[in-house]
């Protein structure tokens, strides 16, 4: 993270301000703009820490934020601590420190014996921008709180940055569901992240998730999620890449190209200006023909094909992740127009159109064909040609992308049906 202080803005400063929220002290609005309450704020939370109150957020303050921003810390437990009074001191959850730990004897703690320490509140955040960044913070922390949750990184990105996956469940069925292959479609991000966190959590409480026991999903089917497909375009279009470096300046020209799409916030494409989501080998040749026909013949923000089919790492290492597993049924997040696409071309898998009603009728989404000019060379359309499984893309939210955060608690209501019918029907 960056050196801020008084007058930046941009996403670190909205997520400083989260980790200051979490950590008890008034920031002001969550805006990403740094202004009096922020550094009034700052400099309690440097006191409380023992830092020198300047106000200045460099590395030991955002070392000492840490644990606010990934949700838990590590404690070393001292002479005559019980879980109960580990709990109280870090307003834990009840039962999320013997989640985190499962291999401890909590009726015999040893002084110096390491444990992880849930912090008392959600890892996933839904009121802050998402950044590459945040990313990583939020993944960590829900591997560190939740360890029978695995994960790992299935490629990298033009810019290098790691692109994580998380996979939580036992059962013979895999799925794969995967959001943000579009840059400025971040939103649905945290619409997969919160819904494991969810899962989660009710798996570890005995609970259940959408009305369906969480240890009957966990049995029956093991979810893969790849929450943020497109890591460099998302911090393009939130601002986390500097306006001054060369990344964005090349990004900027090659907006400059198509000036009726505003900049940064029409970027959908990845950094090299390639849309990812005509990327794979599912009528590639036609999806080249259209949007060629509608002028998008070379870099930009959004509807470029690119030289060839799986030209970036990004769709690449998609592709290839899919190859290396047996997924029954996947589902693609994108925003906007509250609908369900199932179809490629004349294919229709076993079963994917009464998924597909379903999901409808729990969402209140319409049921659709994908149009014409948009149905060629998508993730969902590559799957159903190659696996003939059910495979969908979901655009949620209503209006012009990026949709404000006041959506996502209404996206978050209208998908936590379909993210759990994608595994019930499944297996």
Do not use: C
């Amino acid at each position: 993270m960056t050196i801020l202080r008084r007058y930046s803005q941009g996403p670190d400063v909205s997520l400083l301000q989260l980790g200051l929220t979490r950590s008890g002290y008034r920031p002001g609005s969550l805006d990403g703009i740094f202004g009096p309450m922020t550094e009034n704020a700052v400099k309690g939370f440097q006191v409380r820490n023992g830092l020198a109150p300047d106000g200045i957020v460099g590395p030991q303050t955002w070392r000492a934020l840490l644990p606010y921003l990934k949700g838990y810390t590590v404690y070393s437990v001292r002479q005559g601590d019980t879980l109960r009074s580990i709990r109280s001191r870090f307003g834990s959850a009840p039962g999320a420190i013997a989640t985190a730990n499962p291999m401890v004897n909590f009726n015999r703690l040893q002084a110096g014996q390491t444990l992880i320490v849930p912090l008392g509140f959600s890892v996933v955040p839904t009121n802050i921008p998402y950044t590459s960044t945040l990313l990583g913070l939020v993944t960590e922390g829900l591997l560190a709180r939740y360890p029978f949750m695995g994960g790992g990184v299935l490629g990298q990105s033009v810019m290098g940055t790691n692109l994580p996956y998380l996979v939580m469940g036992s059962g013979p069925a895999s799925v794969f569901y995967n959001a943000a292959h579009h840059a400025n479609e971040w939103i649905t991000t945290p619409v997969l992240l919160k819904y494991l966190e969810e899962y989660a959590q009710a798996y570890a409480t005995g609970s259940r998730v959408y009305g369906t026991p969480a240890s009957i999903l966990f049995r029956s089917t093991t979810l893969y999620m790849a929450p943020m497909v497109n890591p460099d375009g998302v911090d393009l279009v939130t601002g986390a890449i500097p306006t001054t470096s060369p990344r964005y300046r090349e990004a900027r020209r090659y907006a400059s190209r198509y000036p009726a799409v505003p900049f940064p916030q029409g970027w959908k494409a990845n950094i090299q200006g390639v849309d990812l989501n005509l990327q794979y080998p599912a009528g590639w040749e036609n999806a080249q023909r259209i949007k060629f026909s509608q002028g998008y013949t070379q870099p930009g923000p959004r509807d470029y094909v690119g030289p060839r089919p799986l030209s970036q790492p990004e769709s690449a290492a998609i592709y290839r992740f899919t190859r290396e597993h047996d997924f029954s049924l996947t589902l693609s997040y994108h925003s906007q127009g509250r609908v369900i696409y199932w179809r490629f071309l004349d294919y229709e898998p076993p079963r994917s159109r009464q998924i597909a009603l379903l999901m409808g009728r729990s969402s209140g989404y319409s049921v659709e064909d994908t149009p014409y000019a948009s149905g060629f060379a998508g993730y969902k359309d590559w799957f159903i040609q190659d696996y003939n499984r059910p495979g969908y893309t979901i655009e949620v939210g209503l209006g012009e992308s990026p949709l404000p955060l006041s959506q996502f608690d209404s996206i978050y209501r209208d998908n936590v049906g379909i993210l759990t019918i994608g595994m019930t029907q499944a297996t």
